[in-house]
């Protein structure tokens, strides 16, 4: 069990959320169906390079519609100063009753007012 004490620093609100990892299932998806489609193109060494090519442009647009959907969630930052002086962030979906000063207690990655 993670147990620390400290004190709200700062919540910053992210409307589109804080995610900017490009989405691993949308490129594999992405990447499948761009190879299938690439696949379809041409014939011989042309359908071969037509396949990759499909491959790696539905690979790159998957990982960028994922990333969309996984954003849109509103997203509060709150940091917090433990005790021993390290800053700690935490992504939440709502500050409840929070606000920049309050004494807080960390359990398992969970912010209560303390």
Excluded: C, F, K
Aim: charged share 15%; no cysteine.
């Amino acid at each position: 069990m993670s147990l620390e004490y400290g004190r709200v620093v700062s919540i910053d609100y992210y409307a589109g959320g804080v995610s900017s990892a490009p989405s691993i299932p949308g490129a594999i998806i992405g990447g499948v169906a761009g190879a299938v489609l690439g696949n379809q193109i041409g014939g011989g060494s042309g359908r071969d390079a037509a396949t990759v090519l499909g491959a790696v442009g539905g690979a790159a647009v998957g990982s960028q519609v994922g990333r969309g959907a996984t954003a849109a969630q509103p997203t509060y930052r709150v940091t917090v100063q433990t005790d021993q002086g390290t800053m700690r962030y935490y992504d939440v979906g709502a500050t409840g009753d929070l606000r920049v000063g309050d004494r807080v207690r960390v359990e398992n990655g969970v912010i209560y007012r303390s």
